[in-house]
């Protein structure tokens, strides 16, 4: 599900651009390196420089693996209308691969290989703040 509006879960890991949602990571300047989240400098043990720069990532990619959670997180990670979901490792192009929850599956038919698309959904809601929202990967088919 798809959601403009709200605020985000953590600052600096994504933003949403007219709507749409981007990745926030970093690149190397002398390496060329990619993290995400952000690095504070970069972590290649070959690279001498370590200085980097703002980059976001590619917003289509595949999924390469998942588990599916079944049991309610702690209170920390607080999820309304809390029940399993699935938490995938995408494959963004040949630099980066990203965890993040996938949504828009059926938890039985999820398949290794799925292009996927990243999508922004609400997490909770915030008295304070309204919806809070994160990123999540959804399959390239669903609109």
């Not at 703002?54 to 999820?79: E, K, M």
């Not at 398949?111 to 990967?137: M, N």
Request: charged share 20%.
């Amino acid at each position: 599900m798809s959601s403009a509006g709200g605020s985000m879960v953590a600052d600096g890991l994504f933003d949403l651009d007219e709507g749409a949602p981007r990745l926030i990571g970093t690149r190397c300047t002398s390496c060329g390196t990619l993290y995400f989240p952000q690095a504070p400098s970069c972590r290649n043990p070959q690279c001498r420089e370590k200085a980097i720069e703002r980059a976001i990532l590619p917003t289509h990619g595949a999924l390469l693996s998942y588990t599916v959670q079944r049991y309610r997180p702690p209170p920390l990670f607080r999820i309304d209308d809390w029940q399993p979901y699935a938490i995938g490792l995408v494959g963004l192009g040949d630099e980066v691969e990203v965890m993040g929850m996938l949504s828009g599956f059926a938890l039985d038919a999820i398949a290794i290989g799925t292009r996927v698309r990243l999508v922004a959904q609400p997490l909770y809601r915030d008295a304070e703040r309204g919806p809070v929202l994160t990123y999540a990967f959804a399959p390239e088919a669903a609109a």
